[in-house]
């Protein structure tokens, strides 16, 4: 078995603006850091992906400052990096083929946002026939407005872990994973 | 401008076994055969996905009576079908490339069920450049259980609306999408 790799979804300082909404789970980044010093420390493969805005008032346009990458998920030298410009990782990009080619099968998906990059490369990374851990609190989510209603980024968050575990991947906690390292 | 496609999503007898849970909205099916016969009245394209599941014990397995499609969906001769193994619609068919040989640009997506293979076949639509519109009334879902919390089918339909809404497609009802045809 491949060791497993850890993706890293757009964990951007872009994120860090109010355009988005309110925020749930504020110590994700802490959660992130500690994984991929672990997963440094093992030697187990990292792959960073960026969001690469189109839209006109995106803070994670390329040329914004908050296309960067957070001090907590800066990567290093050697680590490989994919730019994408819709949520799925894998729609214009080459993450495919380098999985296959490093002969990866297992993912440890952590980032922002919950429901929306996360969610959507989670999806199709198992439909590809990847086994996927999502990494619970070491992901977020913005509140969001639909039919009148408004709901939490927590509601929001829980309720789409919900949909998404035991069908597209598991859902652990960061400790437990640290703890198998 | 290209005449918006219906996209039918596993309208299949199996999700009517207790299988599944309990699930929100029984009158999707309604919703769904009244858009049905719109569609053919209008002469607008319409695309009949199927489930084959290959999970041991899945209602919707190829060899079950549950993989057949429900009476309110039942394709007409000349009407095109597509069967997917997967919850995207997208993975390990030949879609994609049939809609861009159609120059179909507009999907109109309902179906079973919202938080698995409709919201993953929407959001991997839009990924690829497509319009969609998604029809809430005519789509539902199951509960959820996770992390010893219970989510209502209802909780969950919601919610995995308002993150697809706006992001990936617009939602909306059956009766404003009826008044336009």
Redesign the interface.
């Known amino acids: 078995m491949s060791k497993p790799a850890l993706l890293l979804i757009d964990v951007q300082k872009g994120f860090d603006e109010p355009y988005w909404g309110q925020r749930n789970n504020p110590h994700a980044e802490a959660h992130i850091a500690r994984l991929l010093a672990a997963w440094r420390q093992a030697q187990r493969p990292i792959i960073h992906v960026r969001h690469c805005s189109t839209e006109p008032n995106s803070p994670l346009r390329p040329e914004r400052p908050g296309n960067a990458f957070k001090d907590e998920a800066q990567p290093l030298p050697g680590e490989i990096q994919f730019s994408k410009t819709?949520?799925?990782a894998f729609?214009g990009t080459d993450l495919e083929a380098y999985l296959r080619e490093q002969v990866i099968t297992d993912l440890v998906i952590v980032g922002l946002t919950t429901?929306?990059c996360v969610?959507?490369t989670t999806?199709?990374a198992?439909?590809?026939g990847f086994t996927v851990t999502l990494v619970?609190d070491a992901t977020a989510t913005f509140d969001?407005?639909?039919?009148g209603?408004y709901?939490t980024a927590d509601?929001?968050h829980?309720?789409?872990?919900?949909?998404l575990?035991?069908?597209?991947c598991t859902?652990r906690p960061t400790a437990a994973i640290l703890n198998e390292i």
Do not use: C, P, W
């Open positions: 819709v949520n799925s729609i429901d929306h969610s959507t999806r199709m198992a439909n590809l619970e969001r407005k639909y039919n209603r709901y509601e929001i829980q309720t789409n872990l919900a949909s575990h035991g069908e597209f859902v």
